[in-house]
């Protein structure tokens, strides 16, 4: 079964910016929903990007022009683009699809 493994998060300045990785262990191509999640503690876990098999993307408000999903099936890796970033975007960031349990996730932290 296809396992994800998320990546790239760290400590960054408020203003700076992070590429989030999500590589899963197997081929995306027939997965037509990804998405990139994110949990503060004590919060429930909130959708921040998806996107979909023919490109199609989505964005919670709060990110929106800021962040950016996307995914390369031949590299089996789906990304976040994350601008501008904010103390209030530090969280735990997961990437999740359909029947697909959840990886570790990679935590992101803004603060000067």
């Known amino acids: 079964h296809v396992q994800l493994a998320e990546s790239g998060g760290g400590l960054v300045q408020p203003g700076g910016s992070l590429r989030l990785s999500c590589a899963a262990s197997?081929?995306?191509?027939?997965?037509?929903?990804m998405a990139w999640y994110r949990q503060d503690p004590g919060k429930q876990r909130d959708v921040v990007a998806r996107?979909?098999?023919?490109?199609?993307?989505d964005y919670a408000d709060s990110v929106k022009g800021r962040f950016t999903i996307s995914r390369d099936n031949a590299k089996n890796t789906v990304y976040l683009q994350m601008n501008s970033l904010k103390p209030e975007d530090t969280a735990v960031y997961y990437c999740?699809?359909?029947?697909?349990?959840w990886g570790q996730g990679t935590q992101v932290t803004v603060s000067s």
């Open positions: 999740k699809a359909p029947y697909i349990e």
């Open positions: 197997g081929s995306i191509l027939h997965i037509n929903l």
């Open positions: 996107i979909f098999g023919g490109g199609l993307t």
